[in-house]
């Protein structure tokens, strides 16, 4: 079976500060897919990050940045110097490498105060 | 770019009645998902087809049916609405049936209210 756990419900933090999202995972599969959506308060999934399980290599956009271990099962996600325009629910997912269907963790709600 | 288009954006409809939602997917996407979000909840997998096939099945209730046309276009028929009905539902699109290394893009979602 497929989990995601994202344990923070909420985060409030104020602009400027950087804030990490976690994320962890059960999969019995030895190679998948993670993934992180962000839904703003207008409702759209939008699409940030893809990593699969042959890649631990970290990554960084900009003032976005997603660290990967696999020992641990965890894909976290950092937002430096956040914005208020950050405020929205995070969601990070999974999905076995030859599946189609994603298992989405119950979302991250944060909250950037100007 | 063109992305994922659903319509209607928001729909209402009273118990045991029915609705029906559309999905176009990004051009040249030949796989679409739909998918259910409760209030508050995260987004649960209903079904996804590929080049016009049923690929997957997940959550989906028995009175829900869909299917994927010629031109891609997906549409989700819902029958006999009960209130627990009353979701988002995302549709989303991707290029390649096999491997979710394709990434899925989504939709605005369509808002079901029923009363």
């Known amino acids: 079976a497929q989990k995601v756990t994202q344990a923070q419900t909420e985060i409030s933090v104020v602009e400027k500060e950087d804030v990490t999202l976690d994320c962890v995972y059960e999969?019995?599969?030895?190679?998948?897919?993670l993934f992180w959506y962000k839904q703003p308060p207008s409702g759209e999934l939008v699409f940030l990050i893809r990593r699969n399980s042959f890649d631990e290599q970290n990554e960084i956009s900009g003032r976005y940045s997603w660290n990967f271990q696999k020992s641990t099962s965890s894909f976290n996600f950092t937002i430096t110097a956040s914005q208020v325009v950050d405020s929205a629910v995070y969601f990070c997912?999974?999905?076995?490498?030859?599946?189609?269907?994603?298992?989405f963790g119950p979302g991250t709600r944060l909250s950037v105060l100007p | 770019a063109a992305g994922v288009i659903q319509s209607p954006r928001h729909l209402i409809k009273e118990k045991r009645e029915t609705a029906t939602l559309k999905c176009y997917p990004i051009?040249?996407?030949?796989?679409v998902y739909w998918y259910q979000q409760g209030p508050g909840q995260d987004p649960q997998f209903l079904i996804s087809?590929?080049?016009?096939?049923?690929?997957d099945k997940g959550s989906i209730p028995d009175r829900f049916s869909a299917q994927q046309f010629s031109d891609y276009h997906s549409e989700l028929n819902m029958s006999s609405l009960e209130l627990g009905d009353s979701a988002l539902y995302f549709c989303a699109s991707s290029r390649g049936g096999q491997g979710s290394k394709n990434i899925q893009y989504f939709g605005a979602g369509t808002r079901l209210s029923v009363l």
């Open positions: 999969t019995r599969d030895t190679t998948y897919y």
């Open positions: 051009p040249r996407h030949d796989t």
């Open positions: 997912a999974l999905s076995p490498y030859y599946g189609q269907n994603f298992v």
């Open positions: 087809f590929y080049e016009k096939m049923q690929s």
